[in-house]
C-alpha cells in the first residue's frame, strides 16, 4: 500500500492532513444515538473512529513514534463523550500529519490529502474517488472509486469494506492469506489511541508512544 502511495504522488510521501467528521445523530438515524454504544464514554463514537483511520494510516506510514492531541467535548450532545480528536502526528518513515476525527460534522467528511515531494494525493469519500496531481502538471487526474454496492431501494451503501473484510477473514482461517492485521498490529492502536488522550490530558508536547 506504501508502495501504491509512492507511485501515485510520483516520489516520497512527506506530509498529509485527515479529516473524518459525521454529525452522531445521522449515524443511525432510524435509533436514538443515546442508547447504544457510541454514546458511551468508553465506546464512544470518536474514541472508535480513531484506531480505524490509524489501522490504514499506519499500514502506509509505519508505526506511530511521536504524537500530540487536543481530545475534547465541544457540542451540546447528550451524551458524556468526546466529540473531537484534534491529533498531530509522526510515523516511523518519517512522514508527519494532522488528523481530525469528530462527530459534528454536518454534512459527513472524510477527507484524506497527502503531499509527497514530487506531487499530491487526495481521497474524497463522499467524492468515491481519489485525485492525483503530479509536479508540473496542470490539474488533477481522477481515479474513481469501485462501484459501490446498491441496497435493496437502490441507494448507495458502504458494504464494500465489510464484504472485503469478510472475504478476507474466510481466506485466512483457510490459509490462502496472512491475516492482515496482526493482534499485536491492533494492541499497538489501542496503545496510540490511549497515548493521544494521555497526551491531551497531561499536555506532554511531544508524547512518545511506548
Known amino acids: 500500500m506504501a508502495g501504491l502511495v509512492q507511485c501515485y504522488c510520483n516520489g516520497r510521501p512527506l506530509a498529509f492532513t485527515h ?28 474514541r472508535e473512529i480513531v484506531p480505524f483511520e490509524l489501522n490504514w494510516l499506519t499500514g502506509l506510514f509505519g508505526p506511530v513514534t511521536e504524537l500530540n492531541a487536543f481530545v475534547a467535548k ?4 447528550e451524551a458524556d463523550i468526546d466529540d473531537i480528536y484534534s491529533t498531530l502526528l509522526r510515523f516511523e518513515s518519517g512522514v508527519q500529519g494532522s488528523m481530525v476525527i469528530e462527530v459534528i460534522s454536518r454534512p459527513a467528511i472524510r477527507l484524506a490529502r497527502i ?14 474517488r481519489v485525485l492525483q496531481h503530479s509536479a508540473g502538471q ?22 464494500n469494506m465489510y464484504i472485503e473484510e469478510m472475504a478476507a477473514f474466510i481466506a485466512a482461517i483457510e490459509g490462502r492469506e496472512p491475516w492482515p492485521l496482526s ?9 496510540t489511541l490511549e497515548a493521544l488522550e494521555a497526551a491531551s490530558d497531561e499536555g506532554r508536547r511531544p508524547f512518545a508512544v511506548g
Open 115 to 128: 503531499i509527497g515531494d514530487e506531487g499530491t494525493l487526495q481521497w474524497d469519500w463522499n467524492g468515491r
Open 138 to 159: 496542470e490539474g488533477w487526474t481522477e481515479h474513481p472509486d469501485p462501484p459501490p454496492v446498491r441496497g435493496p431501494g437502490g441507494e448507495w451503501v458502504a458494504e
Open 19 to 46: 479529516h473524518v467528521g459525521q454529525y452522531l445523530p445521522d449515524w443511525h438515524p432510524w435509533e436514538d444515538y443515546r442508547t447504544f454504544y457510541v454514546a458511551r464514554r468508553e465506546t464512544g463514537a470518536a
Open 74 to 77: 465541544l457540542s451540546a450532545l
Open 183 to 191: 493482534l499485536e498490529d491492533d494492541h499497538r492502536l489501542l496503545l
